[in-house]
């Protein structure tokens, strides 16, 4: 709860998420959804299971935001530092140009 309760859309549910039988309905309707993510793997050689220097045996909290299409996260790890963040947005790259070569 510690994680989540950084998230400035989570705070109207924080006291609603403590109860038992807690349940987040109609998440499609909703401005933000939560949820926890996880790594497996690295990207391209997906046998790396250690870089030094590096973890990826923790969790991201994340608050995906649907209106605005942003994703914040919060890594934990027991090891890590803590909350350290992930702000993820779309950047317009106004398309691609075509590539032509001639031989």
Same mark, same amino acid.
């Given at each position: ?14 006291? @609603?998420?403590?109860?038992? !039988? ?7 309707? &909703? ?8 790594? $497996?793997?690295?990207?391209? !050689?997906?046998?790396? &299971?250690?870089? /030094? =220097?590096?973890?990826?045996? =923790?969790? $991201? $909290?994340?608050?995906? !935001? @649907?209106?605005? =299409? /942003?994703?914040? =996260? ?9 909350? @350290? ?7 317009? !790259? ?10």
């Amino acid at each position: 709860m510690q994680h989540w309760a950084r998230f400035p859309a989570w705070r109207p549910l924080a006291k @609603q998420a403590r109860k038992a !039988d807690f349940t987040y309905r109609n998440f499609a309707q &909703r401005e933000h959804l939560f949820m926890r993510w996880k790594e $497996y793997f690295l990207v391209p !050689d997906h046998r790396v &299971r250690q870089i /030094t =220097g590096a973890s990826f045996e =923790g969790f $991201y $909290y994340i608050c995906f !935001d @649907q209106a605005v =299409g /942003t994703i914040s =996260g919060i890594y934990f790890h027991a090891k890590s530092e803590k909350y @350290q963040q992930l702000e993820l947005k779309h950047v317009e !790259d106004r398309g691609c140009a075509p590539a032509i070569e001639f031989r």
